[in-house]
């Protein structure tokens, strides 16, 4: 039911008011603006209905509450994120080491075109477990740098190579903190003298030299 003006004492609709449409739709892009404007933390389930233009007690017909809203909008954001890393992975075609790099260069873009989703995902301190989708997406996207780490791992030789789940965990930490910190879309992003792109290519560079991974890599 669209919310009228009475309904709201006179204030004007929501910027993406809802008339006739799909209402769960209509709150998670609400939920999405306003994650972009004020931050995961900064609205009340109230306001994502008045965004979206409907009655506070309309959103309780899809969601039970504020986190069950946002784990929804974190959920597909680890879906899009899942499709941008498979994509750029490409099962580590044509060559391994220019596959990796195109996987850190996505991990980079979702960050900075995407920050609403990205802050849903890893800044609004929903747990995995609020929705067994959410954790499926979720793993889905880390089983694309998983399997670039087996790849990698497997070019060293076998004795004293490190395990695979390990080196995905501090890909996984340096890529994500370099996107966190200066690789952003929005106002947290932090100032850098030089692309996040290129402070990423060096620290892989040397995490991967460390390991005694020069194959493939670029001669400085």
Do not use: C
Request: aromatic share 10%.
């Amino acid at each position: 039911m669209r919310w009228t003006k009475g309904d709201r004492d006179g204030g004007p609709p929501g910027p993406r008011g809802y008339h006739h449409g799909n209402l769960k739709e209509a709150l998670l892009r609400a939920a999405l603006e306003l994650i972009a404007e004020k931050g995961p933390a900064g609205f009340t389930f109230a306001d994502a209905a008045r965004w979206a233009g409907v009655s506070p007690a309309a959103p309780y017909r899809h969601f039970r509450d504020r986190d069950e809203l946002i784990a929804n909008v974190a959920r597909r954001g680890f879906e899009l994120f899942a499709e941008a890393l498979t994509t750029a992975w490409d099962d580590g075609k044509p060559e391994l080491m220019q596959a990796f790099d195109r996987l850190g260069r996505a991990y980079l873009d979702f960050a900075k075109h995407q920050p609403a989703y990205y802050s849903a995902m890893f800044e609004a301190g929903v747990s995995l477990d609020t929705d067994p989708a959410l954790r499926t997406a979720s793993e889905t996207a880390f089983a694309v740098l998983r399997s670039a780490a087996e790849k990698l791992v497997a070019l060293m030789p076998s004795q004293g190579r490190p395990p695979a789940l390990m080196v995905a965990l501090h890909v996984w930490s340096m890529t994500h903190g370099i996107a966190s910190l200066f690789g952003r879309g929005d106002a947290a992003r932090r100032a850098l003298p030089m692309p996040p792109e290129e402070l990423l290519e060096a620290a892989m560079l040397i995490y991967l030299r460390g390991l005694g991974l020069t194959t493939g890599l670029p001669r400085g």
